[in-house]
């Protein structure tokens, strides 16, 4: 099968011809078997017959590795942690069970394939220095597809009622109001090539969206004159700087304004949703997969990392700051469970992203309270082991993505809820010690 840099030439331009273009799809399955002991995340590029090499293709082959399918560790049975490096317990859980081999609805397997993605340059393109993720072609018409929202701005919802499709259209009049307004008299010109990216906030959606867009970017062979970054976090300016992104070469979000860029690049944005019912009728959209081009950005992100000089086999417990929308309600009990067991209590919010990456490369176990923090699997090491601890009634699956893309093994718990007067993206969750301690001797045995 040929190999995804192959089939990674994903240019459409209008000045191309419909022949050269080329899309790049991935498939996500999460399966296990006996024999093959990882419940692993697996993308494989489907190729096809569009799977002729370009020249660029050629000068990628020195920067990434050609094998992009995930690696599968062999392990053996282990009876009881010795003090002799046994060999850990084999990991088998093909239908997402918890710690203690509970099914939950929100936990399942599944196959996901992503639509193609596309690098598209737009000739004089417009867009906005925000999150809004508005693109507007040179003739004034509005590219609804390119979001990572789960609705467009210029969308009208389906199956609506005919007051909120009034209602829609009103808000949509006021953004095109508001576009030629800017147009005539706010516009900022760019003269030369303008990479637009995911403009993400969140640690995790950083990590994965802003970072998918950068690296489809990087394996089309484009070589943009400015990028549209977010520098707003200490781990994004960090993070250009790592990838020796020229600060003459970004332009800031903020003030918001009106771009129109002589040409604007747009790499595809995830947009792969669920919708479900958390609790109560209270809906929310979830992400259904990620894409396997992180995998092997962050394989070669480890390389720029500052070398390790000794394995080590860090147990991490990961805490979160005080005043979170998210908390564990006996944070100290559970913190001194942690502790007893031999895991450091690590605040990573104190942490450069480089202290961060290293951390986690030097872990044998990362567990956490669920949150962005849990991001951090992108950085360690095949095989490692990731715990989650959930509230109750909130089980989005960014970490789990995470862990398995990067060939972790993953486990997790479900913790009780006392209030659910929040909104289930801010329920808090108590975690019983005695179960706790129970997950943590379990824990033991793959380690």
């Known amino acids: 099968m040929k190999n995804a840099i192959s089939s990674a030439k994903i240019l459409e331009s209008q000045s191309k011809p419909r022949e050269q273009h080329q899309s790049f799809r991935e498939q996500v399955a999460l399966k296990s078997t006996q ?17 002729q090499i370009t020249k660029n293709t050629q000068n990628l082959e020195s920067t990434f590795d050609k094998n992009a399918e995930l690696q599968k560790v062999d392990s053996s049975p282990k009876a009881q942690p010795s003090s002799q490096n046994p060999t850990p317990k084999p990991y088998n859980n093909f239908h997402f069970q918890d710690i203690f081999g509970s099914f939950h609805r929100f936990f399942r397997p599944y196959t996901y394939r992503f639509r193609a993605l596309f690098v598209r340059v737009y000739p004089q393109g417009y867009c906005y220095s925000d999150d809004s993720e508005i693109v507007i072609t040179k003739s004034h018409k509005a590219i609804i597809s390119q979001t990572s929202y789960p609705t467009h701005a210029f969308a009208l919802p389906r199956n609506a009622s005919k007051a909120r499709k009034i209602l829609e259209s009103l808000k949509q009049c006021k953004l095109w109001a508001r576009f030629y307004y800017q147009r005539l008299f706010k ?3 760019v003269n030369g090539s303008l990479a637009l990216l995911h403009q ?22 484009l070589e943009p004159d400015y990028y549209l970054l977010a520098q707003d976090m200490p781990y994004q300016r960090q993070m250009w700087q790592i990838l020796q992104i020229p600060e003459s070469k970004i332009l800031p979000l903020s003030p918001s304004r009106l771009i129109q860029a002589k040409s604007l690049i747009v790499p595809t944005l995830i947009a792969n949703f669920e919708s479900v019912e958390w609790r109560d009728g209270i809906l929310l959209s979830r992400t259904l997969a990620l894409p396997m081009l992180l995998q092997q950005f962050y394989k070669n992100f480890a390389k720029l990392l500052p070398p390790q000089e000794s394995p080590k086999k860090r147990k991490i417990f990961l805490t979160r700051p005080s005043g979170s929308n998210r908390h564990l309600e006996n944070t100290k009990e559970v913190e001194s469970i942690f502790s007893a067991f031999g895991y450091e209590i690590i605040l990573p919010d104190d942490l450069s992203l480089v202290e961060q990456a290293c951390m986690a490369r030097e872990s044998s176990i990362i567990a956490s309270l669920h949150g962005a923090g849990l991001s951090n699997a992108f950085f360690m090491q095949e095989g490692a082991v990731v715990f989650e601890i959930f509230p109750q009634y909130y089980h989005y699956s960014c970490p789990q993505f995470c862990a398995l893309l990067m060939g972790c093994r ?10 659910t007067s929040a909104h289930p993206q801010q329920e808090s969750a108590y975690v019983c010690p005695h179960l706790l301690q129970k997950a943590l001797q379990k824990l033991e045995t793959y380690l």
């Open 35 to 51: 024999s093959k002991p990882f419940s692993s995340t697996i993308l494989e590029s489907k190729s096809g017959s569009e799977t």
């Open 410 to 419: 993953y486990f997790y718990m479900v913790a009780t809820t006392t209030d």
């Open 200 to 221: 993400a906030t969140n640690y995790y959606h950083f990590l994965s969206e802003s970072i998918a867009a950068l690296e489809q970017i990087r394996r089309s062979g």
């Open 187 to 189: 516009l900022h010109r």
